[in-house]
């Protein structure tokens, strides 16, 4: 098949899935694509990187592209205006959110004591977009129904195109491994890992839509429903294999089984918090005893340094001479720091590829405490959702568990990140805004049960 006529077959593909997703008896909100367009450009590349389809059009590593940072200042304060209109009050959010206002706060803090505040401030003003964009989701008179719509679009957007662009257009869907010169597969995305956590994240709510699909009322759009889900599941574990991410296929298969456990009647939903610390305890003596951890290693086909990974760890640690504090927000990799792991590294890294380390070295102790404390307040929101909204806190449980594995060998808490963006649309919460019945919700199924699901 030509390139040509699989852009076509694929074109075509995508926007059936699509105009099948917004049918014409639907109303959605145009809000929508103030997320869906930051998730865009984030999970694949920045519109800069589009337009060159090269590393991005002017792209500056201290300061990044100017268009790239205009289009993420227009986005974030077209999601501000939405939560002004729809009545979200920063002191509801505030009171609603401590641990994580207290997390940017001292981000905002620690600008002061950059060695370029100048730089860290732009980088933590486009930090505050993440908040701004799963808010307004969170703020939608379903929040249910617009995730569907959401994560379904990126799923139609990102996977197919990220399958065309490795078969038949390899001068911008591969690239070479700088180490051992082997092709590797990228997609519409800058780099394997991008390709595996955006699969990994997309194959997570497929896997969530097939068990929705399962429950719902109607044979004829259950039945489409679940083979919509099934194949994408597919798709998406295909480009993860396709890009080698052994971390995010571990993530998608450990999420998938929370998602599924939560649904049996083994796990109580009342006693979540329970049901974890009991189950922590038993992965630490299995540890202890077998040495899980070597063993899993082994079944991923990764060595003991993750792939050079812990080298990297004991380098930038020791450079850290402001354990408590840090450098500043975002400002580690900077200066003379970035130029000394320049030249000891010739392949030039720009993070720790560990999402903790990383914010240590930002932001030390006191960030990572803070940090910690936004995952713990996070998971205790979720538990107690299990009981009140259950399909959603059952896809953010999953979320959460695979965002904060994925971190262990990937910095995801860092800048415009699609993994950044996850975290806070699991870890915040929205109270209801006052004039929300203004805007007409998404015609949705119902569950046997009479939980309504679009």
């Known amino acids: 098949m030509s390139p040509s006529l699989a852009t076509l077959i694929t074109l075509a593909g995508v926007l059936f899935l699509l105009r099948y997703e917004s049918g014409p008896r639907q109303e959605l909100r145009p809000a929508i694509w103030l997320p869906l367009l930051w998730l865009g450009f984030t999970g694949s590349r920045f519109l800069s990187q589009w337009l060159d389809l090269g590393a991005g059009g002017g792209f500056n590593f201290d300061e990044g592209s ?31 959110n401590v641990w994580l206002v207290l997390f940017l706060a001292y981000g905002l803090m620690s600008v002061a004591w950059s060695d370029e505040p100048f730089i860290a ?43 065309l662009f490795i078969k038949y257009y390899p001068q911008y869907g591969r690239s070479f ?34 068990l929705c699909a399962r429950q719902a009322v109607g044979m004829p759009r259950r039945r489409r ?29 450990a999420g998938s089984a929370v998602m599924i456990g939560l649904g049996t009647p083994l796990v109580s939903k009342r006693h979540f918090g329970i049901w974890v610390v009991v189950v922590g305890l038993l992965a630490l003596w299995l540890e202890s005893t077998f040495d899980l951890y070597h063993a899993a290693l082994v079944l991923l086909g990764r060595n003991p340094t993750l792939t050079d990974r812990t080298i990297i760890w004991d380098t930038v640690l020791a450079m850290q001479d402001r354990p408590w504090v840090g450098f500043g927000f975002e400002s580690f990799w900077l200066g003379s ?35 910690l404390a936004v995952i713990l307040s996070a998971f205790r929101k979720i538990a107690r959702r299990l009981q009140q909204d259950f399909l959603l806190a059952r896809l953010q449980m999953a979320l959460l568990l695979a965002i904060l594995m994925f971190n262990y060998t990937e910095a995801g808490f860092k800048g415009v990140h699609f993994i950044w963006t996850m975290f806070y649309l699991v870890a915040m919460a929205c109270p209801r805004p006052a004039n929300v019945t203004r805007e007409a919700p998404v015609p949705a199924l119902r569950l046997a049960s009479g939980r309504r699901v679009p």
């Open 66 to 96: 100017p268009l790239d940072a205009a289009v993420f200042f227009v986005l974030m304060c077209a999601g501000a205006v939405v939560l002004v209109r729809r009545g979200v009050g920063v002191g509801d959010v505030v009171r609603a």
């Open 121 to 163: 401030l732009k980088r933590w003003v486009k930090v505050t977009g993440h908040p701004i964009m799963a808010l307004v989701i969170l703020s939608e008179p379903d929040p249910v129904a617009s995730l569907k719509v959401l994560f379904k679009r990126l799923g139609y957007l990102l996977l197919p195109t990220s399958l």
């Open 177 to 210: 491994d700088p180490w051992a010169g082997t092709p590797l597969n990228i997609g519409v995305m800058l780099t394997k890992n991008d390709l595996g956590y955006v699969s990994m994240v997309l194959g997570l709510f497929f896997v969530w839509n097939l």
């Open 225 to 253: 429903e679940m083979v919509l889900s099934l194949g994408f599941i597919f798709l998406a574990v295909w480009l993860l294999i396709l890009a080698d991410s052994k971390t995010s296929l571990a993530c998608l298969a």
């Open 337 to 371: 720091r970035l130029e000394k792991l320049w030249s000891i590294y010739w392949w030039r890294p720009t993070q720790a590829h560990n999402g903790y380390i990383e914010i240590y070295l930002h932001l030390g102790a006191v960030g990572v405490a803070l940090l």
